[in-house]
């Protein structure tokens, strides 16, 4: 251990693999994290040991290296919640038959209601395009990181429960909150009993457990909101987050890049990046 953080990489390897069901990601587990992926055209969470790259376009796609495929985020500018429309079909289609493509992000957070200024993004449009792209571009994937439209004490996906809508599910809140601060319940901050909360929300929408993404907090800000977890924090999420799924398709880390209103993230924060480094190349090393 150094400054709270498990160097499991750099143990002997039989100490790692004793290691590896408490304390690594799971070895068929893509390994994703959102923004700023790409630094002077290169996949820069790589070196952390990542290898499922947010990507935008088909000229960052094409650059990934061996090894890492490439999530395609779409949004409603690109024809996200549209369903198989001409706007989403022409978005697929520089897409084919590339080797390098694991999936499409088609929405993040969407809400089938308009929350806010947020348009509503009927989930029947959701299926139609994971049909299109099952039909179009086979063995390509779809994932969208949930809407909630409960609270985090009562998070609700029920939004959600269409069969057959997505081929991956990303769930789950931010549990390291600075409102938690001087609640004895939270002393550090983190709520991670919300975790169990988020997943049992996905379970009572009726999505599969085995198509449940884990998504872990690697940031702090907004306003003071959210605090930046710490190695024994984050070390705490991963560590709760196996518990729940130890075996799920992919997990997105939010977020690599600092975002405007964030005060860190993996890309700017030394002790994220030793823990995720950890978390992720074990699994990497005990399966090559």
């Given at each position: 251990m150094r400054n709270g953080v498990w160097m499991i990489s750099r143990l002997p390897l039989a100490a790692a693999l004793l290691a590896l069901p408490a304390y690594a990601?799971?070895?068929?587990?893509?390994?994703?994290?959102?923004?700023?992926?790409?630094?002077?055209?290169?996949?820069?969470?790589?070196?952390?040991?990542?290898?499922?790259?947010?990507?935008?376009?088909?000229?960052?796609?094409?650059?990934?290296?061996?090894?890492?495929?490439?999530?395609?985020?779409?949004?409603?500018?690109?024809?996200?919640?549209?369903?198989?429309?001409?706007?989403?079909?022409?978005?697929?289609?520089?897409?084919?038959?590339?080797?390098?493509?694991?999936?499409?992000?088609l929405m993040d957070e969407p809400y089938a209601k308009q929350v806010g200024?947020?348009?509503?993004?009927?989930?029947?449009?959701?299926?139609?395009?994971?049909?299109?792209?099952?039909?179009?571009?086979?063995?390509?994937?779809?994932?969208?990181?949930?809407g909630n439209i409960g609270t985090t004490a009562?998070?609700?996906?029920?939004?959600?429960?269409?069969?057959?809508?997505?081929?991956v599910y990303g769930i789950g809140g931010y549990p390291c909150r600075s409102a938690n601060l001087g609640n004895p319940a939270y002393p550090d901050g983190c709520d991670i009993d919300m975790l169990n909360r988020y997943v049992q929300a996905a379970?009572?929408?009726?999505?599969?457990?085995?198509?449940?993404?884990?998504?872990?907090?690697?940031?702090?800000?907004?306003?003071?909101?959210?605090?930046?977890?710490?190695?024994?924090?984050?070390q705490a999420i991963l560590r709760r987050w196996k518990e729940l799924l130890p075996a799920p398709p992919m997990f997105m880390a939010y977020s690599y890049g600092q975002q405007a209103n964030s005060t860190g993230a993996i890309a700017t924060v030394p002790h994220l990046q030793e823990v995720f480094r950890d978390w992720n190349t074990l699994s990497h090393r005990c399966r090559d």
């Open positions: 990601a799971n070895v068929n587990t893509w390994r994703y994290t959102s923004g700023s992926n790409m630094v002077n055209g290169e996949y820069a969470p790589g070196a952390l040991g990542f290898n499922l790259a947010d990507v935008s376009s088909l000229a960052n796609l094409n650059r990934l290296p061996d090894g890492v495929k490439g999530l395609v985020y779409i949004g409603t500018s690109a024809g996200g919640c549209t369903g198989n429309s001409a706007q989403f079909r022409a978005f697929m289609e520089p897409y084919k038959d590339n080797p390098k493509l694991w999936g499409f992000y200024s947020i348009p509503p993004c009927p989930m029947e449009n959701l299926k139609a395009e994971t049909e299109y792209v099952h039909a179009n571009l086979p063995g390509v994937k779809t994932f969208v990181k949930l009562h998070p609700d996906y029920m939004d959600f429960g269409l069969p057959g809508m997505l081929d379970r009572d929408a009726h999505i599969p457990p085995e198509k449940m993404a884990p998504t872990y907090q690697a940031f702090g800000g907004w306003s003071n909101v959210f605090i930046i977890p710490s190695a024994e924090q984050q």
